[in-house]
């Protein structure tokens, strides 16, 4: 079977994976401009690294590996090979590559085939728990072209803007207090966010400062302190 598309491809899996009572997460971001994951299964507590490609080659391998690190276990899915194991040199020798990293191997077509099962990570590094969120289930396809995916400073954003129309003149402090945020420390978001306000990438929401305190609200709500 012929993909348009490492979306196309990637869906299938997802379907593969869905059926079988896998949680499934895509384009998952370890974090702003770090690397992120096509697909992060997860079922029964083990997490599974799986990177999509129309065309095997040694990048996505290295990816792949970087997921092995992280994950219980990982694997590369590529198309079902037109050409008989064996025959197909180059191939047979990134599989044996993959092999020898503890790679996992899925053959997709009409439907998904296991070539080669992972080796499990005992002890993976991935603290998935807190960087998975339900968005990642289906805000972005895995391997689309429009580089959309969700991130913690997304969800941050999201809860932020979520607080101040719920709480229109809180404080900033208040408002940082109030939510579960991505950043190392609440003042480092006070200050984060103000900027994103005033540079507009947080446009829902903007911010007085009245006595000694900075004061939030929805855009286009009125302060009480307006005529």
Not at 134 to 157: I, L, V
Not at 162 to 169: A, H, I, L, M, Q
Request: charge should be positive; proline fraction near 3%.
């Amino acid at each position: 079977m012929k993909f348009r598309s490492e979306s196309d491809l990637a869906k299938v899996v997802v379907k593969w994976l869905r059926e079988d009572g896998w949680d499934v997460f895509q384009e998952v971001s370890l974090g702003e401009g770090r690397s992120r994951a096509d697909l992060i299964a997860c079922k029964d507590h083990i997490y599974w690294g799986i990177e999509c490609k129309r065309q095997m080659s040694f990048e996505l391998i290295a990816q792949a590996v970087r997921w092995g690190a992280l994950c219980h276990i990982s694997s590369i899915a590529v198309p079902t090979p037109n050409t008989r194991w064996g025959k197909d040199h180059a191939r047979s020798l990134a599989y044996d590559v993959c092999e020898h990293y503890g790679l996992g191997i899925l053959q997709v077509g009409h439907e998904v085939r296991i070539k080669r099962h992972p080796r499990l990570n005992r002890h993976p590094i991935g603290k998935w728990s807190e960087i998975l969120m339900d968005k990642h289930r289906d805000y972005a396809e895995a391997g689309n072209n429009y580089s959309r995916f969700w991130s913690p400073f997304k969800q941050t954003c999201e809860d932020f803007v979520k607080y101040v129309r719920s709480n229109p003149g809180c404080t900033l402090k208040e408002a940082v207090d109030g939510i579960k945020h991505h950043y190392s420390s609440s003042g480092g978001a006070r200050a984060c966010l103000i900027k994103w306000i005033e540079k507009g990438k947080i446009n829902e929401v903007r911010y007085e400062k009245q006595e000694r305190a900075i004061r939030l609200y929805p855009k286009g709500e009125e302060s009480e302190t307006d005529d």
